[in-house]
Each structure stands twice: as structure tokens, then as C-alpha cells.
């Protein structure tokens, strides 16, 4: 929610600034453009509402929505390594923008090392491959 709040648009750049996150350059005529923005509501109250009614859908749907990704695990038998599911990223109302980048990231980087394991076992055994086919000519 606190991100969702205390957000200015430059009327002539449309640049979004959270005035604690993101907060604009000190510069008075850029200032003085700045209005509230609420992402599409016409208010505040408005946007609270919604996000309210977003968040109490999502909570009444949170355990099943985890036991479901929670079969989309993958191991590579092969190298005996794997990935869990997506439910290793945890993110709540009160982290800040950095720290949810880097836990995102960091998962990321585990799918993509997951994923290198396939990618050097198919160019090793290209490799053998074009050995074999060079040696037999």
C-alpha cells in the first residue's frame, strides 16, 4: 500500500515520482508540475479500494494459489539439482523496492544456473557428436 501512495506525475514528462523512494530532482519549475497521481483512479480513496479488494481476493486465494505453483518444481536427475517453485520469493507491504529487485534477482539467477546445467549437457553432447562424425569422415 505504501508504494501505491505518495506518488507525483510530471504533467509535461509523465515521469512518476514516490516521494520516498523515487523522489523528483530539486528542481522548483518540476515541482511545481507535480500532481497527485492514483494509477487510473480518480482518487485516493478510490485507489485504496481497489487495492484493498485486489489484496482480500488474492489472500482468500493465497494457499491454494501456493500449493499450486508449488508442483512446478523441476530436477534434473542427471545432475541432481534443481529449483523449488516460485513461492521462494516472499514479498510483503513493508519491503523496499531494492530489497524485493535483489530477492527477485537472486531467484532469477537460480533459474538461470538451473537452466545452464541443460544447456552445457546439449553442447557437450553436440560436441561429441560433431567428434564422432569428424572422426569417421
Known sequence: MRRAQHRKVDSTTGNVY???DNKPPEDPKLIERLQNFFGGFPNED???AKIDH??????????????????????DQQAGKGIASFNDVIIDQITMKD?????????????????QIAQDRAYKNLKAIIAAEEDAA
Do not use: T
Request: hydrophobic share 40%.
Open 18 to 20: 514516490h516521494m520516498q
Open 54 to 75: 485486489n489484496h482480500m481476493q488474492f489472500s482468500d486465494n493465497e494457499n491454494y494459489l501456493r500449493r499450486f505453483y508449488s508442483e512446478f518444481g523441476v530436477i
Open 99 to 115: 530489497a524485493v529487485f535483489e530477492s527477485v534477482g537472486a531467484h532469477i539467477d537460480k533459474i538461470l544456473d538451473f537452466k
Open 46 to 48: 478510490d485507489m485504496i
